[in-house]
């Protein structure tokens, strides 16, 4: 330990490494985009998906592995809920991965306005199976949207001395990448989310909407967000094309695929030419929408 480092110091320091062991465990696409981030803003991305995924692990298996009921499941997730809130009011949390996200939401400009809705999104999951386009959208806004709002701030403001509001622009292209992502992904758990946990997010199974029209939505949306990651800071737009551009593929696969019950995923080698691509600088890849 540094001589200089306090007794805080090194607590922020191990809560930020539980984060990212976290993140490492869970997401090998989300570890390589995170690589990409600058110094700046990697800590703090990696503190914001570590408190998404133990939220989501409270509702979606683990939980009820662990001999919980769904009402059970939903009390843990209120007490997560009231304890990050706390923690972002306070500075700080026994919990490690609510503590680093604290910090981060105090340095960033993290507030309840953007909390809030994610923990009710994902409290819908453990009342809700069937949802309609109303329902879709305000499940989407709060289990991915906010999710890139919160991404976003860390980009505007990790390092500063005073947070900042992000321009409208960013905003709403943070908001379209983030849902592009979660559309993605109920397509690709789409058997998944229906045999095992008795879930419909799109409407697809009461034809409320085509597949086609999913495709064609999540498309548009990449390519809004597409126009604006280059005026991100420079320090995370590697990162974000080469998350964008796996989600671009990701698409295109989904469209070429027919099988049922096929989770469609994108082979490690074209992985890493999407993050070489990103690397060297290249645009976000072109969706046609």
């Known amino acids: 330990m540094s001589a200089r480092e306090t007794g805080l110091d090194l607590y922020d320091r191990t809560a930020r490494d539980a984060a990212a062991t976290v993140i490492s465990r869970y997401s090998t696409s989300f570890s390589l985009a995170c690589r990409l981030l600058g110094p700046r803003p990697r800590p703090h991305v990696r503190t914001v998906y570590a408190l998404v995924r133990v939220a989501d692990e409270i509702v979606d298996g683990p939980a009820e592995a662990a001999g919980l009921s769904p009402a059970q499941a939903g009390a843990v997730l209120d007490d997560l809920e009231a304890e990050t809130l706390a923690a972002v009011e306070r500075g700080f949390s026994a919990n490690l991965v609510v503590h680093a996200f604290a910090r981060t939401a105090r340095e960033c400009g993290i507030d309840g306005e953007l909390i809030r809705p994610f923990f009710a999104s994902m409290r819908t999951d453990l009342s809700t199976s069937r949802h309609d386009d109303a329902s879709h959208d305000a499940y989407v806004y709060g289990s991915a949207e906010v999710v890139g709002l919160m991404c976003l701030q860390v980009f505007v403001n990790a390092g500063a001395p005073h947070p900042i509001t992000p321009s ?23 058997d998944h989310d229906a045999s095992a946990l008795g879930r419909d997010y799109l409407g697809l199974e009461t034809g409320g909407v085509s597949r086609a029209a999913v495709l064609d939505r999540i498309d548009a949306d990449l390519a809004a967000a597409a126009a604006v990651i280059p005026k991100l800071p420079s320090d995370c737009r590697r990162a974000v094309t080469a998350a964008h551009d796996l989600f671009a593929e990701l698409s295109t696969r989904l469209r070429r695929s027919r099988a049922a019950g096929e989770r469609v995923r994108v082979p490690d080698p074209v992985k890493a030419r999407l993050a070489a691509r990103a690397w060297l600088g290249f645009a976000p890849r072109e969706v046609r929408a």
Do not use: I
């Open 168 to 190: 409208a622009e960013l905003v709403d292209g943070a908001r379209r990448l983030g849902a592009a992502f979660q559309d993605v992904n109920f397509l690709r758990d789409l």
